[in-house]
C-alpha cells in the first residue's frame, strides 16, 4: 500500500511539473 501511495505521488509530482513547464514555455 504504502508503495502504492509513492507511485501515485510521484506520478502527480512528474505531471505537475510537466504541466508547470508547459505553462511556462507556453507564457
Known amino acids: ?3 502504492q501511495s509513492a ?3 510521484d506520478n502527480e ?3 505537475f511539473r510537466v ?3 508547459i505553462t511556462f ?3
Open 1 to 3: 500500500v504504502q508503495d
Open 7 to 9: 507511485i501515485v505521488k
Open 13 to 15: 509530482v512528474t505531471e
Open 19 to 21: 504541466n508547470l513547464k
Open 25 to 27: 514555455e507556453v507564457e
